[in-house]
């Protein structure tokens, strides 16, 4: 079966309300951690791929890999917009590793506790991120690669 990979914030969840940089133009993880609270969770809402990743669920394997500590207000949203997935990664609290490193981390978990090898994993994965680190480094060792800015401006024209 065929797999394809939604992160969250910026991809499938915009959550831009909650989101802050640093001056060199990293997340404020203090800021982010600070705003994530179950009101301002509520306050997201859905991008146009949600209705992609809606539709293709019932007929491909469907992962969410965030960088997001996923605490239960974030799985209530997801449950409250219909937004199902077969596993859903996510960041340890305690991790503080960059995002691509997190996700390439979670993914090979993943794939090694499904039985697969990495090649077998990735020859029909396909992910859909927003940053450009994480598309680059999955891109590299060999899952297909989706911008999600490019895919939800083409989407939401639609």
């Not at 960059?98 to 077998?120: I, N, Q």
């Not at 598309?135 to 899952?143: F, K, M, R």
């Amino acid at each position: 079966m065929y797999r394809t990979i939604f992160d969250l914030d910026g991809t499938v969840i915009d959550s831009a309300h909650r989101h802050a940089t640093l001056p060199d133009g990293s997340l404020d993880l203090a800021h982010w951690i600070e705003n994530a609270t179950p009101d301002k969770i509520a306050g997201d809402s859905l991008l146009p791929i949600a209705n992609y990743m809606k539709d293709i669920f019932p007929h491909h394997e469907v992962l969410v890999c965030t960088a997001r500590v996923m605490s239960d207000a974030d799985y209530d949203f997801l449950l409250d917009h219909g937004l199902n997935a077969d596993a859903i990664l996510s960041r340890p609290a305690d991790n503080r590793l960059p995002d691509a490193y997190l996700k390439e981390m979670l993914l090979r978990d993943h794939a090694t506790r499904r039985g697969f090898t990495w090649v077998e994993f990735s020859k029909n994965t396909t992910i859909i991120d927003d940053n450009a680190s994480v598309l680059a480094q999955l891109g590299a060792i060999g899952i297909r690669t989706v911008c999600a800015k490019a895919l939800n401006l083409a989407l939401g024209d639609n």
